[in-house]
């Protein structure tokens, strides 16, 4: 792991048993860090609106999908959530084409406003999944890590989606060029053969926590199965042939072609289908609610629609997000874009 996260910098890795774990020890070691640096006040924690990252309450706490959370509250304390950088739903431009990083100076903002001895860590999904397949505009991801760097606040990618060739690279961070400070894995590690989830730090986080480790703060974390051998045998496997088949560049030129083609359609039923996005094999494209449906009701019956063709989608209110596996081929991706393009042709003929 560590020699593939090279170009990210990371130094160590932490293993545990799926996404959620993988996100509640950043977040653990985030504090842990600031700790161990002689600066105690440094606690809080800053995700954004529609971020996913998991079930635990330190991850859902982070997380920014309401509806997973208002049942669930009160939350873990000293949590505060940013914008997400959501171009096509812009919190502060409406749908627009352009992005003046507004959401970028609200984050800025929100750190000042905090008092930055007091922030701790800010975590994102490189690519937004489970919120809908949000794709950041190309610099966001640099602007927030220069942000971070400049505050002294440890920049965590959330990478459980986006790593292990998803975004068509081996991580999202290495997509967008950036360098975080932790990185948390699960999916993609074992390709769900066995489940297991991975912590990844850097070294001055490395070297920070174990510094102390003699007489001052040592890792006191650890569940009975952390790196369970056959995982992590399995994950060794996985990575071989994500790396022996350069599934990575598979994923870049069909998500291409499937991004061209989700285009297309958009651009043919307007009415039915907007803001396509593909990065990698990650796609996504919204279905417009008809008059008299509710929120999500629309893309719900697409993908019924979808399925009794054969195609299984996920839908994340209005949208329609797609993730097939890394192996696909044009031609077995004709028949996701074939069956998306009959589904619209009939809810169109149904107005
Ligand atoms: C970005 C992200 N982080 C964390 C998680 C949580 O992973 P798990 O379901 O393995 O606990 C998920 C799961 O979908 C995810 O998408």
Redesign the pocket.
Known sequence: MVEILQPEGMASVFFS???????ETALKLSRLYWKSKGQPRKTKLIGRHH??????YG?LSVAGITANRTLFEPFVGDVYHAPAPYVSHCAFHGPTTGCTYACVAELERMIQFQDPDTVAAFIA?PV???GGVIIPPPDYLARVRDLCTRYHVLFIA?????AFGRLGTWTGSRYYGIQPDMM?F??GLTSGYM?L?ATAVSGDVFDTITSQAADGPEFRHGNTYSGHPVACAAAIANLEIIEKEDLATNAQHVGEWMGQELKVLSEAYPDAAQYPGCIGLLGRIEIVPGKADKPGQRALRVAQKMKERGVIVRTAQDILTLSPPLIMTKEQGQDIIDALRQALVEEMAQL
């Open positions: 048993n799926d996404g959620s774990e993988a996100v971020a996913y990252h998991g079930v635990t991850a999904e937004q999944a489970a959330d990478e459980v989606v986006t948390t699960a999916k489940p989830g």
